[in-house]
T-cell receptor, first 113, second 112 residues
């Protein structure tokens, strides 16, 4: 089975801090995604990557950046955390560009104080 | 642009009741349609999918039929269990695309 592992289940940070969320997948998938999940809004795509060192903006990239130095790891970076970035963050991977399903990690609940 | 609209929850049911969660979409062309489920404390997992009009996806007693004429993909289960308590997301993938568009999610609570 594919495993997508997010480094933290819960994280509390302060406004203005630089925050790193890490995601690792173990199935050599090409595509990796970062979403945020908010009640009533479903999942919204922040960034995705279809290859090492490649990235594309999703629907809500403002205030975020990403890094993919190795195929198995995709990091989400909050350059200067703000309270409106308090949310559940979900990482996902898929075999190729149009492949489904996407395999999701268990999520990181991030609180910015 | 593409969009997915789901009925708002929470939906509260008794065990063995019939469940319907409505989902309608807006998209050009012929998207693929999906239902994902999120159990408490977990990430999302694919429940079922349909890739063309009139296809029926099914899994774990759940069914959904891709209706192009009504742009809908409603999820149904004839007899729910407490273990079906979860949040359900409808999603679409446009043709030749690689980004899912999700609905807002519907929380379902099944009581014994």
């Amino acid at each position: 089975d594919v495993k997508v592992t997010q480094s933290s289940r819960y994280l509390v940070k302060r406004t203005g801090e630089k925050v790193f969320l890490e995601c690792v997948q173990d199935m050599d998938h090409e595509n990796m995604f970062w979403y945020r999940q908010d009640p009533g809004l479903g999942l919204r795509l922040i960034y995705f990557s279809y290859d090492v060192k490649m990235k594309e903006k999703g629907d809500i990239p403002e205030g975020y950046s990403v890094s993919r130095e190795k195929k198995e790891r995709f990091s989400l970076i909050l350059e200067s955390a703000s309270t409106n970035q308090t949310s559940m963050y979900l990482c996902a991977s898929s075999r190729d560009r149009a492949a489904q399903p996407q395999h999701f990690g268990d999520g990181t609940r991030l609180s910015i104080l | 642009g593409n969009s997915v609209t789901q009925m708002e929850g929470p939906v509260t049911l008794s065990e063995e009741a019939f469940l319907t969660i409505n989902c309608t979409y807006t998209a050009t062309g012929y998207p693929s349609l999906f239902w994902y489920v999120q159990y408490p404390g977990e990430g999302l997992q694919l429940l079922l999918k349909a890739t063309k009009a009139d296809d029926k996806g099914s899994n774990k007693g759940f069914e959904a039929t891709y209706r192009k004429e009504t742009t809908s993909f409603h999820l149904e289960k004839g007899s729910v269990q407490v273990s079906d308590s979860a949040v359900y997301f409808c999603a679409l993938l446009k043709a030749a695309g690689n980004k899912l568009t999700f609905g807002g999610g519907t929380r379902v609570l099944v009581k014994p």
